[in-house]
């Protein structure tokens, strides 16, 4: 009886329906719905999800998802994660106008002819076709022009992959990949990485070392200042000491006077 039960929960998974989706915000109404998460969840079917046309960020990630039809009536949609799933045609999605933040990662893409579609979108300023944290990727991702070609088909975008393209620090971030890229490129030789027995500090052990100089106005100039801290102190304890004096002195003389009888 539980195993048929759990089965009718996971059919009802494989499709979004109204029922799932008040379930999971707490909504009464699809319109309300501004975030949603179904993550790997099974889903193959996005159903009724275009009627919640108030939808700001979706999460639909770890999914078996092909068919993005149901997804062109979003206008309001600035974050989309759709990756990990089985998705070959991003077209419907021209139809999400407020689009910013797109991931695809994890995919079937497999040429950058099906991006084309996304051009009209103006606000589009982050795309993810490959994420090697979690090793997702796209077949179009192979191509040796890959990144080069999105760049020139988005111009406006600001990260690609993860990877600041524009903006503050993204040329910091590009300087320390070219130098990354270099020490990689000659750490290794076919394959393995060379050892190099022989490697020695850039700089003497002693480099960072403070040292004094040997001229003597300097010298003097060390001991004159060291004088003048040394009676600074003095002049603070002293001032320290008569302070705490006349606070205990005020302190006697506002005692009420008190009288034997």
Not at 138 to 152: G, I, K, W
Not at 233 to 254: D, G
Request: charged fraction near 25%.
């Amino acid at each position: 009886m539980e195993s048929k039960r759990e089965k009718d929960q996971d059919a009802e998974c494989e499709r979004i329906t109204a029922v799932l989706l008040k379930s999971r915000t707490g909504e009464f109404e699809l319109e309300s719905i501004l975030f949603l998460k179904l993550r790997g969840l099974g889903i193959h079917d996005l159903g009724c999800i275009g009627e919640c046309m108030n939808l700001e960020r979706l999460d639909l990630s770890g999914n078996n998802i092909t068919n993005l039809a149901s997804l062109t009536s979003l206008r309001l949609l600035s974050v989309l994660n759709l990756s990990a799933n089985r998705i070959s045609n991003v077209e419907p999605l021209r139809g999400c106008e407020n689009l910013q933040n797109l991931n695809i990662a994890g995919n079937i893409i497999s040429s950058t002819d099906n991006l084309h579609c996304l051009v009209t979108l103006r606000k589009l300023e982050n795309i993810r076709l490959k994420d090697n944290t979690y090793n997702y990727s796209n077949p179009v991702c192979r191509n040796a022009s890959y990144r080069a070609t999105v760049l020139e088909m988005f111009p406006n975008i600001k990260v690609l992959d993860g990877e600041r393209v524009v903006g503050r620090g993204s040329d910091l971030y590009q300087l320390c990949k070219d130098i990354d890229d270099t020490i990689k490129a000659g750490s290794y030789k076919n394959g393995q990485l060379v050892e190099h027995p022989d490697c020695k500090p850039w700089v003497e052990d002693s480099y960072w070392e403070i040292k004094r100089s040997n001229n003597a106005i300097i010298e003097e100039a060390y001991k004159q200042f060291n004088d003048v801290l040394h009676e600074c102190r003095l002049l603070n304890n002293r001032a320290t000491h008569v302070i705490s004096q006349t606070e205990r002195s005020m302190s006697l003389k506002k005692q009420p006077k008190q009288y034997a009888l």
